[in-house]
Nanobody, 118 residues
């Protein structure tokens, strides 16, 4: 079955950086578009970033454009999210998503918490 395991979350100061990783298994990773989504306390899911199967086309929400970078390593079945210039409003539970639809729990991981605070 699809398994997506996120790691790399934690506490960061405003202006700091974190790198999230998502290890995928149970499907042919290199065939799938992959995304990162987040959910802040009391808010809905927000699609943050996405990358096509080849790693050549990316998407970023306006809220993170210029600060976050998505990448993937198909040889390692892993997708990454480099987060720089973090802001308190980036605080959320970050999910790795197979495809685009983060609301589909069967296609997303358990999430990793990112907290940005001084």
């Amino acid at each position: 079955q699809v398994q997506l395991v996120e790691s790399g979350g934690g506490l960061a100061q405003p202006g700091g950086s974190l790198r999230l990783s998502c290890a995928a298994s149970g499907f042919t990773f290199s065939n799938y578009y992959m995304s990162w989504a987040r959910q802040a306390p009391g808010k809905g899911l927000e699609r943050v970033s996405g990358v096509n199967s080849a790693g050549s086309v990316t998407y970023y929400a306006d809220s993170v454009k210029g600060r976050f970078t998505i990448s993937r390593d198909n040889a390692k079945n892993t997708v990454y999210l480099q987060m720089n210039m973090l802001k308190p409003e980036d605080t959320a539970l970050y999910y790795c998503v197979r495809g685009i639809i983060a609301a589909d729990k069967s296609n997303r991981g358990q999430g990793t918490q990112v907290t940005v605070s001084s």
